[in-house]
């Protein structure tokens, strides 16, 4: 249908210049010009006058066949333009090939009129810089991936500016204000609207449909977006596109009339109610549409007074149906029956429904025709289709691209990215200060890659799955802070079986490595039934491993009032989260004993850093010690040793933890205070207002001992807990620990960033500082 199309529009443009072109060669004759002028032709012989006339006539019968034939073929193509919308259902194949919707043979013939033969039925274009205004509803841990792969496929094909208006609750605007702050897209402008707000617009409207109250949310964009947007394009979150999203915008200019809505027709039989027996879909327009990518002419849609539309007949439609089974598109589509004339139908390419049954399969025949695949059904990418694999490897293509590349610049248009919704996340003037700082470093510098790492602006991904925790109403929680790589990711499951209290952890993945390890957490018993771990994604960029940012990270997101300062490699012993809350103030009740000391530490209104002793194991199948007595017996036969004692005995370095003062802990039944000393690492509780780590510190050495020396600047007591332990495990080492003692340039750069510390530690701090320096010269 569509190579017939375009041949009769060719023909109809083509047909007058070849005959403007014939009766051009007409006027020469043996190489000379033959004017047909009669004041030229009275200079030449009655011969040749006579040829003249016999010439014309014959031109002038050649060109009334032309006329004809021309007005024949536009005959033929208003019919194909002009058939209504009972003939495309009649005749799908050829209805879903063709380029254009419905609506559109005027703008089609004007322009062939017009004779533009190089733009044939072309649509209007874009402006290089007019924003693209984008609309999604989205609520919840596992919609915000969603959101991320969608907005992956838009921005990979963009070339204008883009503002995205994101209908969020709660957590999916933290998550997603953090994730567009962090992401830094040129041209990228995102603002969010309340989702809890909105609930009583649409509660009152019983749902069946899986997306719950949010999936009616699109019934108030009028009333939810700015007065002042005029065009709106709506999509699903399981949407993927395969196009520029500038050519969907460009359809706006299609619509006539009292046109508001553009839909594509739905592709399964769900409104003609044969899918089942007593099967009773609300009313449609024949096969109704799908409300997946809507296109929204909201200022129209206000001056009819949308809002009062949809409510009357959502009212009217529940008095027999009592719920809706597709959230808003049941109600959009009876408003549609009611109405006709507000629908420019898309052709179904904008749309291509992957769910159970359709008929999707008829909206392509080859790779160019595909330009928004919709995975529409609760089963997802398991759909079943003829094309499912080339359709599942297009959106896992996405899934794991790296969205650093996504940064790229639109040139000749603004460069400002901004995000709005949350006063926590407007940080937009802190993050071109750092750009700033950034642009100031020596490049020559032989340490600057050290340097620039500080001011990196890594994307991040707060809770990748889904969170669920309420701290203990006595203020006594603790979470346990980590922070892991990929290599680490077998460490998992065994500090959720040691730990059962919350957990934060920032994991330092590529894009293709959280999907790995997304199928790894889902695949495991373990994790899968512990809600009250919050996994914070950092996604990979520079050449060092960010520790520093990493904790900051995790610390940043706990609620609980206290957190456990510790390594993925590290198991805690069994009980030690319960021990904690009974040494923390305030929580008498978990053990009466008075020795627990519960008065003496009251961390809530003192700077005070419990230190948990560490030890560690040389062997990788370990019998993990119950207690502190097991655990004693087991370092006087060698199993285990104070940390780093080994590396100390080999090396003769001195040892990060001694001052924790491990023969006084053998014996120790009450918590006793330490001193700080030089190369100091303890792994502490403290409260969750305790001063961040340094970012200057990355990949191997002195991350956590300047964190602890700035603890002590701050005058925090250390404080030994006599009954508490923890163990390292021995794993391969790390890549950046291989290039601290391969490469020589990495220990310069590190001793330098140390001294720099020390000096802005002796300006923050003032003559208290200056041990640090002594106790550094003299180790």
């Known amino acids: 249908g569509r190579r017939k199309f375009l041949a009769a529009s060719l023909t109809l443009l083509c047909i007058p210049a070849i005959t403007w072109i014939y009766l051009f060669a007409g006027n020469f004759e043996d190489g000379k010009p033959v004017s047909l002028s009669p004041l030229e032709s009275q200079a030449h012989s009655p011969r040749y006058m006579a040829s003249s006339h016999r010439e014309r006539e014959s031109l002038e019968v050649r060109v009334r066949e032309v006329e004809e034939e021309n007005r024949s073929l536009r005959r033929q193509l208003n ?454 771990v919050g996994y914070h994604i950092v996604y990979k960029e520079g050449q060092f491993y960010p520790v520093n940012l990493l904790r900051n990270v995790a610390m940043k997101h706990i609620s609980t009032p206290y957190m456990f300062l510790s390594d993925i490699d590290f198991l805690p012993m069994y009980g030690l989260y319960e021990y904690l809350r009974a040494n923390l103030e305030g929580n008498k009740h978990v053990d009466p004993n008075p020795r627990k000391s519960v008065i003496q530490l009251d961390l809530a209104n003192t700077k005070k850093a419990m230190i948990v002793p560490a030890f560690e194991t040389l062997r990788y199948r370990l019998s993990f010690p119950k207690s502190k007595a097991e655990l004693l017996s087991m370092l006087d036969m060698g199993t285990l040793f104070t940390f780093r004692e080994y590396e100390r005995r080999k090396e003769q370095v001195v040892p990060g933890h001694a001052p924790t003062n491990f023969a006084k802990w053998r014996t120790a039944t009450m918590p006793y205070r330490v001193e700080w000393e030089a190369d100091f690492e303890p792994y502490v509780v403290v409260r969750r207002d305790c001063p961040e780590y340094d970012r200057r510190f990355v990949g191997f050495g002195w991350n956590k001992v300047a964190h602890i020396m700035e603890l002590d600047a701050q005058e925090y007591e250390f404080t030994v807990l006599p009954n508490a332990y923890m163990i390292h495990m021995p794993h391969a080492p790390s890549f950046d620990i291989t290039k601290f003692r391969s490469n020589k340039q990495y220990r310069i750069c590190l001793k330098t960033l140390k001294e720099e510390f020390q000096q802005d530690m002796s300006r923050r701090y003032g003559f208290a500082a200056l041990k640090y320096l002594t106790a550094e010269n003299n180790s």
């Open 79 to 532: 019919l194909a333009q002009g058939q209504g919308p009972s003939h495309r259902r009649a005749n799908h194949s050829k209805t879903y090939s063709m380029e254009e919707g419905t609506g559109d043979s005027e703008n089609l013939r004007a322009s062939i009129v017009a004779g533009n033969s190089s733009e044939c039925g072309q649509q209007p274009a874009v402006e290089k810089c007019e924003t693209i205004h984008v609309a999604i509803v989205c609520a919840g841990y596992n919609a915000s991936r969603d959101v991320v792969t969608l907005v992956k496929s838009v921005l990979f094909h963009r070339r204008n500016p883009l503002h995205f208006h994101l209908i969020a609750d709660s957590i999916a605007e933290q998550i997603l204000a953090m994730l567009f702050q962090t992401w830094m897209v040129p041209a990228v402008r995102v603002d969010f609207y309340n989702a809890d707000e909105l609930k009583s617009e649409v509660s009152w409207i019983p749902n069946k449909h899986y997306s719950g109250i949010y999936g009616l949310m699109k019934l108030v964009l009028t009333k939810t977006l700015p007065a002042n947007l005029e065009r709106v394009i709506v999509l699903d979150t399981d949407i993927t596109f395969a196009t520029d999203i500038a050519e969907l915008w460009a359809v706006f200019h299609k619509f006539k009339g009292q046109q508001v809505l553009g839909l594509v027709e739905n592709q399964s039989d769900w409104y003609l109610g044969n899918l089942w027996k007593n099967h009773r879909p609300w009313p449609a327009l024949g096969r109704g549409y799908n409300t997946g990518v809507i296109l929204l002419l909201l200022d129209k849609l206000r001056k009819m007074k949308w809002e009062q539309m949809w409510r009357l007949t959502a009212e009217r439609e529940l008095m027999g149906m009592l719920s809706t089974s597709l959230a808003d598109q049941d109600i959009f589509n009876a408003v549609i029956k009611q109405n006709p004339f507000l629908v420019y139908q898309l052709p179904c390419f904008w749309n291509v429904q992957l769910s159970d049954h359709t008929r999707s399969e008829q909206c392509y025949r080859d790779v160019s025709d595909l330009k928004v695949i919709h995975w529409n059904s609760p089963k997802k990418l398991r759909v079943k289709n003829k094309h499912v694999e080339f359709f599942r490897n297009l959106y896992l293509t996405f899934l794991e691209y790296d969205g650093n590349l996504l940064r790229r610049e639109l040139f000749g248009c603004p460069t400002v990215f901004s995000v709005t919704g949350t006063a926590e996340f407007e940080k937009t003037v802190v993050r071109l200060h750092f750009l700033k700082q950034l642009s100031e470093l020596d490049e020559d510098d032989l340490c600057y890659e050290f340097r620039r790492e500080r001011f990196t602006v890594h994307r991040t991904h707060l809770y990748f799955l889904h969170y669920e925790f309420e701290p203990a109403a006595d203020n006594t929680d603790v979470t346990l802070v980590a922070q892991l790589s990929m290599d680490r990711l077998q460490m998992l499951e065994a500090i959720c079986k040691h730990w059962e209290g919350p957990i934060s952890l920032a994991l330092y993945l590529s894009d293709a490595e959280a999907q790995q390890f997304l199928r790894y957490a889902q695949g495991s018993e373990v994790l899968m039934s512990r809600h009250n």
